[in-house]
Nanobody, 119 residues
């Protein structure tokens, strides 16, 4: 059974930092492309960053401030967020693309963790 459990969200002042974690289980983590998405109130969910295992990609709005990285030994994907801005306020979700034999890739989501940036 695939599980993704996020943690690390909270409240932080503008300019501050947070590190989100997503602990994965139930699949071969090292082979799975992992992403962080976010959804602000009244807005659509948007891609923040992806780690394919071979490379990383970022939304323009977070380039130079956020870093996605994984620890395959711990089956965990992280999102280090620096220089946070009020517009980064959102629920952040971890997503996994898991290869399923005979099906292809299946998408799994975590439950989300709230990040609030305000003074």
């Amino acid at each position: 059974q695939v599980q993704l459990v996020e943690s690390g969200g909270g409240w932080v002042q503008p300019g501050g930092s947070l590190r989100l974690s997503c602990a994965a289980s139930g699949f071969t983590f090292s082979r799975a492309p992992m992403s962080w998405y976010r959804q602000a109130p009244g807005k659509e969910r948007e891609l923040v960053a992806t780690d394919t295992g071979d490379n990383t990609n970022y939304a323009d709005s977070v380039k130079g401030r956020f870093t996605i990285y994984r620890d395959n030994a711990k089956n965990t994907i992280y999102l280090q967020m620096n220089s946070l801005k009020p517009e980064d306020t959102a629920v952040y979700y971890c997503r996994a693309l898991v290869p399923v034999s005979g099906v292809g890739l299946r998408i799994y989501w975590g439950q989300g963790t709230q990040v609030t940036v305000s003074s």
